[in-house]
């Protein structure tokens, strides 16, 4: 399985921006997404399951991202809404075949390889 995270970029704050990963191969079970700003822990944003009915979020982004997935496309998407500053970081997808939405790095078997996102003040 690999994963591609694309999307990121430059947005003033309050702005939006939405994130995507495609997957090939096989379709994971559970994927989410991470962030890592310079000098910090990667930090677990969202999450969701196969059916794309659970959703679990990071608490500093609860109400302003939203996480969905696309399984006939092998996609799944972070809208992200209200940003601001603090959410400038690299955002990572992550997936797993095993059910059950993790919130730590080690969860996770495959990782993308980020896409940057910037928000300006």
């Known amino acids: 399985v690999q994963l591609q995270a694309s999307g990121g970029g430059l947005v003033q704050a309050g702005g939006s921006l939405r994130l995507a990963c495609a997957a090939s191969?096989?379709?994971?079970?559970?994927m989410a997404w991470f962030r890592q700003a310079p000098g910090q822990e990667r930090e677990f944003v969202a999450g969701?399951?196969?059916?794309?009915?659970?959703?679990e979020y990071g608490d500093s982004v609860k109400g302003r991202f939203i996480i969905s997935r696309l399984n006939s496309r092998n996609s799944m998407y972070l809208q992200m809404n209200s940003l601001e500053p603090e959410d400038t970081a690299v955002y990572y997808c992550?997936?797993?075949?095993?059910?059950?939405?993790?919130?730590?790095?080690?969860?996770?078997?495959?990782w993308g390889q980020g896409t940057l996102v910037t928000v300006s003040s």
């Open positions: 969701i399951n196969l059916s794309g009915v659970r959703k």
């Open positions: 191969g096989r379709t994971v079970s559970t």
């Open positions: 992550a997936g797993k075949f095993q059910p059950g939405i993790s919130t730590t790095r080690a969860g996770y078997t495959y």
